[in-house]
C-alpha cells in the first residue's frame, strides 16, 4: 500500500492511496515524515489496523490495538513539555 503526506490546514497527515487519514494531523512536518517511514517498514504480514474512535476527541484513527486509544494530536497534547 502506498502513503504520502498531505497538507490539513497549518497541520501535516500521513494518508493511503485513497486519500484517508492513516495518521495525524501534526503540527510537524517531520513527524508526519517519521509516521511515513514507520508505515512504510510495515511487514505486510501484520494485520491490518483497526479503526478506533479517540477517547479524549471525536476523531477517528488507525489504531494498533486494544493499548492504543488515542489519537496523535491528543496524545502529543497529553504529554508534558521538556524545559
Given at each position: 500500500?502506498s502513503?504520502h503526506?498531505?497538507?490539513?490546514g497549518?497541520?501535516?497527515?500521513v494518508?493511503?492511496?485513497d486519500g484517508?487519514?492513516?495518521g495525524g494531523?501534526?503540527?510537524?512536518?517531520?513527524?508526519?515524515?517519521?509516521?511515513?517511514?514507520?508505515?512504510?517498514?510495515?511487514?505486510?504480514?501484520?494485520?491490518?489496523?483497526?479503526k478506533?474512535?479517540?477517547?479524549?476527541?471525536?476523531?477517528?484513527?488507525?489504531?494498533q490495538?486494544?493499548?492504543?486509544?488515542?489519537?496523535?494530536?491528543?496524545?502529543?497534547?497529553?504529554?508534558?513539555?521538556?524545559?
Amino acid at each position: 500500500m502506498s502513503f504520502h503526506i498531505a497538507p490539513v490546514g497549518d497541520c501535516f497527515a500521513v494518508k493511503d492511496a485513497d486519500g484517508e487519514t492513516i495518521g495525524g494531523p501534526f503540527v510537524k512536518r517531520e513527524r508526519a515524515a517519521q509516521k511515513l517511514r514507520q508505515l512504510n517498514k510495515r511487514d505486510p504480514e501484520q494485520p491490518e489496523t483497526a479503526k478506533r474512535k479517540c477517547m479524549c476527541c471525536p476523531t477517528m484513527f488507525h489504531s494498533q490495538g486494544a493499548h492504543h486509544r488515542m489519537c496523535d494530536r491528543c496524545r502529543q497534547k497529553s504529554q508534558p513539555v521538556a524545559l
